[in-house]
């Protein structure tokens, strides 16, 4: 994610236009969850999305993978193939210097946005007769629940 000037952003925070699937926050979630495990493959990571889901939408195994190819062109993951062991060859992920720097990007977008929504939800509130809470919900480590799709949780 470029740190240069977007007209769109201004100069306060990082640009968030080159960040896609925002509004699951795929690339967010798959850098965590590297930063967190270390060298990963793809089912593995797969297997972890709904601990570290920002929203309750679906993460499918498309958009991950497709993700893991952004991060990796990018510049933010590498990939090698794992051949030990027994089964198939297995494409193992892991972070670089530039992910981490990436998430770290992340966490002031997301911190940004998290302040912005605050704002947005006190507004509502007040416009429809609620008073507004300036009253922070407690910090969890708990995953925000997931909503379960048609397929019963189950990823693609």
Known sequence: ??????PRHGEDHPCTCAMGNIYRFVEPVVLLMLKDRGRSYGYDLASGLGEYALTDAEIEGAALYRTLRRLEANGYVRSEWDVHGSGPARR???????GEQHLEEWGEVLSHLAKAM???VRKV????????SRQRAPATDQPAPRRVGRNGGKRA
């Open 1 to 6: 994610m470029p740190r240069d000037f977007c």
């Open 92 to 98: 193992m992920y892991s972070l670089t210097q530039a």
């Open 118 to 120: 605050g704002r947005f």
């Open 125 to 132: 509130r007040v416009r429809n007769g609620r008073k507004a």
